[in-house]
């Protein structure tokens, strides 16, 4: 039809003008920046779990993401090895030391300990999207401002799609993830999950599991149990919010009100289960959607931030 015929061309230029929208250099080096800190840290507090699967039973281990065609778990001093070319990489990530080099590099082993540590029976969604930005970061120009290669004159701060397609990939990480997530509730338990029958459910499993394990369990958890609407209410918000995700993709009040309730429902999820998801929680997994430079910039102690 000739209606269609002109609207694909019409909407591959929409795409490609959204792909292709220019951004300051300083927007993503500080999304790097923000990202790097957060993984580093999030090495460093993963120390004490790294040591203590060391000593598991091998039996138990069964590898997946990067470490899948390991027969047997790595020994104690790859381990250790690893870990320190994290933590070093991440440093050298967040400052943009040598940055084209090494950035993939403390990718790679951010990637190689977070698999290690879904590797023992217990899958840790929370960290996939960092360790997935932290990958994007370290293939794209995320150091041509803020950092000690700028300095160095090794870089040229600018602007241009160059940045900005960076940034539109980091969206997208976002989006599809949230939407994974609410595919994965219809496909396991259909629109009955809009109910709010089975997060109910979960709650109170959670917090029976806890009660028996000696464990606290949030105050808010038992006056909830005893509303079943109001998990209607959150259900049905969990599935608008992650399947709804596509809608930030937009700039201007959509986008900002998605953020807002994605940060939200994870407080809320804080707040009844006690379970953090604190890569949402302090804001950085969202930090791509915005004027970085805006918010932080002014941050800075001299006029010329470089």
Do not use: C
Not at 88 to 113: C, E, K, M, Q, S
Not at 126 to 142: D, G
Not at 287 to 293: C, G, K
Request: charged share 15%; net charge positive.
């Amino acid at each position: 039809m000739p209606g269609t015929s002109l609207a694909a061309p019409s909407l591959l230029r929409s795409v490609d003008a959204w792909w292709r929208a220019p951004a300051p250099a300083r927007r993503l080096a500080w999304v790097r920046v923000a990202v790097g800190l957060y993984t580093t840290l999030l090495v460093l507090g993963h120390a004490p779990a790294l040591v203590r699967r060391s000593g598991f039973d091998p039996s138990r281990f069964a590898p997946v993401g990067l470490l899948t065609p390991m027969g047997a778990p790595p020994s104690p001093l790859a381990l250790t090895i690893t870990a320190a070319i994290a933590l070093l990489g991440g440093l050298a990530f967040t400052l943009g030391w040598r940055y084209r080099h090494l950035a993939p590099i403390y990718a790679l082993a951010l990637l190689a300990l977070t698999s290690y540590l879904n590797s023992w029976g217990h899958l840790a969604h929370a960290q996939n999207l960092a360790v997935m930005q932290a990958l994007v970061l370290s293939l794209v120009p995320a150091a041509d401002a803020l950092s000690l290669d700028r300095r160095a004159g090794r870089t040229r701060e600018g602007d241009g799609a160059r940045y900005g397609w960076p940034l539109r990939l980091l969206m997208l990480t976002v989006i599809v993830s949230y939407g994974l997530a609410g595919l994965a509730k219809l496909t396991n338990g259909g629109w009955a999950w809009a109910k709010g029958d089975a997060i109910r459910n979960l709650v109170a499993h959670d917090a029976i599991r806890k009660v028996r394990l000696g464990a606290p369990i949030s105050p808010l958890t038992g006056p909830l149990l005893r509303q079943p609407w109001i998990f209607s209410l959150f259900a049905a918000g969990t599935l608008v919010i992650e399947l709804g995700a596509a809608i930030a993709m937009r700039p201007g009040k959509l986008r900002r009100a998605w953020i807002l309730s994605a940060w939200g429902m994870h407080l809320g999820i804080l707040a009844t289960m006690g379970i953090a998801f604190w890569y949402p929680l302090s804001g950085v997994a969202f930090l791509s959607f915005v004027a970085t430079e805006r918010l932080f910039d002014p941050l800075l102690p001299s006029a010329r931030r470089s």
